[in-house]
C-alpha cells in the first residue's frame, strides 16, 4: 500500500510539474514533490518572448505559481513585484520586451547630480532605503530624481532573496527617468556573468528550486535569449563612460590597455557571450574569451589591481592610471567589486571603490553609495550625511568566495 501512495504522489507531482512552461534547454530531472510543485517562496514575475507569444509566470501572494501566455505585449500590462515576504511593493508597467537599446559607451552628458551605488546583491530593502535617503525615489519607488542620473555599478544577483525586484524597479526607474530628462546607468558585473553561465554557489536556493521544478531547467537558462529581463540586462554595457567619469564593476587593468579591442567591441563581445558557459564562450570566441571570463582576473568584471596592492592582483601603476584618463578624455574611474569598509578613493582620487558591504553598513554612519556634483564626490550615509572620502588606509584580504582556483 505504501508503495502504491508513493507512486500516486509521483504521478501527480509529475503532472503537475509537466504542465508548465519549460526552457526546453539542460533539463535537470528533479525529484517530484506534490507541495514543492505547487508552492514557492515569492518570486518573479519572470516573462519570455517566444515565437510571438509573451509568456509570464510569476508566484502569486498565496505562494502559487500563475503562468499565462499573451498573443503580443498588452498596451496597459502591469505587474505586481512581491518581496521575498510576501510583501507588494509596487507595480511595474511593461513598457518593452525585446530590442533593447544599448545605451551609449561615451557619453558626455553632464548631469547636475549623480548617485551611484554597487553590489547590492539581493538586498531590495537596502537598495531601495538608499535611494530614497538620496532622494532618487520616493516611498512609492516613483523616480524623483528629475533629470539627474543614478549607476548601478554591477552584482546585482546573488546573496540575497530579493533579486528580481531590484531588477525591476531598475527597469521601471529607466522609463521614468528618461521622460524627465534623467538617466539609469547599469553596468554588468561578475555575479551577473556568474548566474548566466549557471554558476549558482552564491544563488538563494528558491530560485533554482523554481526554475527545476517549474520551468525544468537551471535557473541561469531563466536569462537565456528568449527571457525578457535577460534580453533586457544583455544590453547594459561592461564599460561605459557618463560625462566627465568612466563606470566599470572591477576595473582596468595593464592588460586591458594592451589588447586591440575597444570598449564599445568588448561590451558587444561580453553581451554575446555572458549567457554561454564556460566551454561555449571559449569556442566561441577564443580570443577574447580568456581575458573576460578566466582566472587571470584582468578583465572589467573580474580586476581588482586598481584597489589592491598585493602583486597576486597584477596592481596598475600610477602612470598607467594617468594613460587611461588621457586616453578617454575622463577625471575618474568608479568601480566597485573589492568590498571596503567604507566608500574610499585611490590613486589621489583618480579611482574611486564604491563596494561597501550593504547590511553591515546600513543605518550606521558608514557610507553606502556616492553622490557626484558641483561639490565633487562625496559619499553618503543612510542619514543623508554627505561624507569626505578618504584614501585607502590598508588592503582588504582577498574574499575568500572569489579565490581564484574556485571559478573558471
Partial sequence: MKKLYNSIYFLLGFLVVSSFYSCKEDLTYVEPDIVEATHFRNDGPYLFNENNTLKIVEVKEDNTVDIREEASLPADLKLNVYSDNNKLLFQVPIKKIDNFERPAWDDRTEYNKTFAVSDLHGRFDLFASILK????????????????????????????ADVLPIFWLIYKLEFEAKALGGKVTTILGDHEELVMRDNLKYTFAKYSTFSDKVMECTYGKMWGLNSVLGDWLRSKNTIQIVGENLYVHAGLSKK???????????????????????????????????????????????YRGMVKTSSSYHPIDKKDVETLLETYNIKHIIVGHTENSRIKYFYDGKVYDICVNHPDAYDDEETRAVLIDKNGINAMNDAGELVKIKKRIKNIEPQKDELQDQFY
Wanted: proline share 4%.
Fill in 256 to 302: 586591458f590597455m594592451e589588447r586591440k579591442e575597444t570598449i564599445p567591441e568588448i561590451n558587444e563581445l561580453v553581451s554575446k557571450s555572458i549567457y554561454l558557459n564556460k566551454k561555449e564562450r571559449k569556442k566561441q570566441y577564443p580570443e577574447i574569451a580568456d581575458f573576460l571570463y578566466s582566472d587571470s582576473y584582468d578583465g572589467p568584471l573580474w
Fill in 133 to 160: 535617503t538620496g532622494g532618487v525615489i520616493n516611498e512609492q519607488y516613483d523616480w524623483t530624481y528629475g533629470n539627474n542620473h543614478l549607476v548601478i555599478d554591477g552584482d546585482i544577483f546573488d546573496r540575497g
